[in-house]
């Protein structure tokens, strides 16, 4: 009994002593107690190689009475950061965003209190920033941003920054992000959320929280409703509130690498939706229904309305656009390159309108609203069933299935029925073809803006990126070196490659394609098939002349500058998904002549490769020669665009395989 209740101690002990540990790591420093060992530390165990490290991020939420007869959100921030190196210096600008009305009322910074913190003679010296210096730029009409750096700041400076943020637009609870560009010791969020007010929590991201808790209290509240000139109405009243508590510690930073749609997309994040007001106060249903929403986006001047109006200014051109046109396809199709081909899109980034339809067509340009729902008026008045679709393309972030969250969305385009079949039509992208989106817009949930709420789901998955190069290099009746490449581009390649032509001109386009092929070539002929045909692949075909250097040993890549050079996957580790635009299937072709005079000393052998026992991905790597050719076929093939973080070592010796393959030589030796 003595040993049991010996190790028993031992154990509590120990649970004890892990306990008052964790309470201790967290529990905020005091602001101002910095001292000289917090500004000595040079290098934290979170990541060696960080510019800067943020020690303490705590955010409060809370609702409270106000004097216009109803509640405001108090939202307060403290936070200290330990700037590292000049390239931390960003942690000292703080850019606070404020939500205006346009009219009267504008959200509230208050209490602001910043001071950076340096070691100078062995002592800690302060200095504090001056209330002159916060900045406000109102940069819409419902959007002010109060701005201010930290002054004095310097390698190896603390900073610390406190404010408050009162506001009367319940719909504007403060989101949380627990990580962001630098790695954060400690990251908290409390919300004191009263029974009267239902928010719907959207959360985020792959790092576990290491407190997530709740408990009930009963709160008093306050309501001051003014009388003018008579006296002001008083209410007090109890309720019921629950505190909610999210801390996460040790979260790493999160950097934009190879294949990200957005970093939104993977931030450790809490969002928050007002969705309902519920007893004492009469109910109220705030978060509408997706049919709601887009009932009131048809009825919107700035969106649905701007269908409404087709008058004589539109038939002037779509008489003569439609003349001798007989099909749906026929009229869709030229009315879609009219608006592509005469309309400059200026902003690929709004969802709403800028100016009427008729101005967008005398002006020739307008945003990504105003040439897609000018492209959808006119698809309606040649008779085709035309709808807008909101989505938000893949920079912007996911939007939500289930909550019509409107903020979500960036981007629109349009459903046309052609022939009894769905086209979905972009034209704010010159060179885009019929029924092409980008991959930017294959983003997942979308919507389409009609009566019924219609959900759409563009997925990257159902995209295939095809390409085939075939090469052949050998000796003319001149003894000349002298090769061929013909190449049929993918979708998406054949796209940038246009737009690449239109930017740079067919010389200089030529020019770029001579140099990536490496060594002294010459064209003698270049062709490009389908450039104005925007719906079909580009095709490809150059003929040179290679001024080969005959020593007494050549070495020579058979992947003729078309190999993969580097591995698109650097970092050793990654805490979100790989997330391609599209699948990808690429073949190269070679057959190489070995040059007169020389043998084959060296080859590089053949190999076959799956990324994964299902063949998602696979690389195959086979040569051979026979008499004086030799032949060569390459592959590398992608099945699926999302891969799991923990898949992520899996890919990289994936391409690693195929970057090392790719850059080995034949080696030629003189007889």
């Given at each position: 009994m003595l040993t049991t209740k010996t190790t028993d101690m031992r154990t509590l002990l120990t649970l004890c002593a892990a306990l008052i540990a964790f309470i201790s790591f967290s529990q905020p420093t005091k602001f101002g107690k910095v001292t000289v060992a917090d500004l000595e530390k040079k290098v934290y165990e979170i990541d060696s190689s960080a510019h800067a490290v943020v020690i303490t991020d705590l955010g409060k939420s809370s609702i409270i009475g106000n004097t216009k007869g109803f509640f405001s959100l108090q939202f307060k921030r403290y936070e200290r950061v330990h700037i590292l190196n000049k390239n931390g210096y960003f942690e000292a600008d703080y850019e606070i965003p404020l939500y205006s009305n346009g009219n009267d009322y504008t959200e509230k910074l208050d209490n602001v209190k910043a001071v950076t913190y340096n070691l100078e003679n062995g002592k800690v010296t302060e200095t504090k920033l001056e209330k002159s210096n916060i900045f406000t730029e109102k940069v819409s009409r419902n959007l002010v941003i109060k701005k201010f750096t930290l002054p004095n700041v310097k390698e190896g400076s603390i900073i610390e920054v406190e404010y408050t943020v009162i506001s009367d637009y319940l719909r504007n609870l403060q989101p949380w992000a627990f990580q962001g560009t630098s790695p954060r010791l400690w990251s908290e969020y409390n919300l004191a959320l009263p029974q009267f007010l239902n928010y719907i929590t959207l959360g985020k991201g792959y790092h576990p929280f290491d407190i997530k808790d709740q408990k009930e209290s009963q709160d008093n509240f306050t309501v001051i409703e003014s009388g003018g000139a008579s006296a002001s109405e008083r209410y007090n009243f109890t309720a019921k509130v629950t505190d909610y508590r999210w801390a996460m510690k040790n979260v790493p930073s999160l950097k934009v690498e190879s294949f990200t749609s957005s970093l939104n997309n993977h931030i450790a994040k809490l969002t928050f939706q007002l969705s309902a007001f519920q007893e004492p106060l009469r109910y109220q249903k705030i978060m509408a229904s997706w049919p709601e929403v887009t009932k009131q986006l048809l009825e919107d001047e700035d969106f649905g309305k701007k269908l409404d109006d087709r008058n004589a200014w539109l038939n002037e051109v779509m008489n003569p656009l439609?003349?001798?046109?007989?099909?749906?396809?026929?009229?869709?199709?030229?009315?879609?390159?009219?608006?592509?081909?005469?309309?400059?899109?200026?902003?690929?980034?709004?969802?709403?309108?800028?100016?009427?339809?008729?101005?967008?067509?005398?002006?020739?340009?307008?945003?990504?609203?105003?040439?897609?729902?000018?492209?959808?008026?006119?698809?309606?008045?040649?008779?085709?069933?035309?709808?807008?679709?909101?989505?938000?393309?893949?920079?912007?972030?996911?939007?939500?299935?289930?909550?019509?969250?409107?903020?979500?969305?960036?981007?629109?385009i349009v459903k046309a029925e052609v022939s009894g079949r769905p086209v979905y039509l972009d034209a704010s992208h010159t060179q885009l073809g019929f029924g092409r989106l980008l991959p930017s817009c294959y983003n997942g949930h979308a919507r389409v803006i009609n009566k019924e709420a219609t959900p759409l789901s563009f997925e990257a998955d159902s995209l295939k990126e095809s390409k085939v190069t075939a090469i052949f290099i050998g000796s003319d009746e001149k003894g000349r070196t002298v090769g061929s490449m013909n190449q049929k581009l993918g979708q998406y390649e054949s796209y940038s490659t246009r737009k690449k032509i239109k930017e740079l001109g067919k010389e200089n386009f030529l020019k770029e394609v001579k140099k990536n092929m490496g060594g002294e070539i010459e064209f003698e002929d270049a062709k490009i098939d389908s450039l104005t045909q925007h719906e079909q692949?580009?095709?490809?075909?150059?003929?040179?002349?290679?001024?080969?250097?005959?020593?007494?040993?050549?070495?020579?890549?058979?992947?003729?500058?078309?190999?993969?050079?580097?591995?698109?996957?650097?970092?050793?580790?990654?805490?979100?998904?790989?997330?391609?635009?599209?699948?990808?299937?690429?073949?190269?072709?070679?057959?190489?002549?070995?040059?007169?005079?020389?043998?084959?000393?060296?080859?590089?052998?053949?190999?076959?490769?799956?990324?994964?026992?299902?063949?998602?991905?696979?690389?195959?790597?086979?040569?051979?020669?026979?008499?004086?050719?030799?032949?060569?076929?390459?592959?590398?093939?992608?099945?699926?665009?999302?891969?799991?973080?923990?898949?992520?070592?899996?890919?990289?010796?994936?391409?690693?395989?195929?970057?090392n393959k790719h850059k080995e030589q034949i080696v030629f030796k003189k007889k």
């Open positions: 439609l003349a001798g046109a007989t099909t749906d396809v026929e009229k869709s199709k030229r009315v879609f390159a009219f608006v592509r081909d005469n309309i400059t899109c200026t902003n690929h980034n709004t969802k709403y309108a800028s100016q009427p339809l008729k101005n967008v067509l005398k002006t020739k340009n307008g945003n990504v609203a105003d040439v897609n729902l000018l492209l959808t008026a006119m698809l309606l008045d040649a008779g085709i069933k035309a709808e807008p679709v909101m989505l938000s393309t893949r920079d912007h972030g996911y939007t939500y299935s289930l909550y019509p969250v409107m903020d979500k969305f960036n981007y629109v692949p580009l095709a490809l075909e150059y003929k040179f002349v290679m001024n080969l250097d005959k020593q007494d040993i050549i070495y020579f890549n058979p992947m003729f500058g078309e190999g993969y050079k580097e591995n698109y996957f650097k970092s050793a580790e990654r805490f979100y998904p790989v997330e391609m635009p599209y699948t990808f299937d690429e073949t190269f072709l070679a057959t190489i002549e070995i040059p007169n005079g020389y043998v084959v000393d060296e080859m590089p052998k053949s190999m076959r490769v799956k990324l994964n026992e299902e063949g998602e991905g696979q690389f195959e790597y086979i040569i051979s020669q026979s008499g004086n050719t030799i032949s060569m076929r390459t592959r590398v093939q992608i099945a699926r665009t999302y891969f799991a973080p923990e898949e992520y070592d899996l890919l990289r010796e994936f391409f690693n395989m195929v970057v």
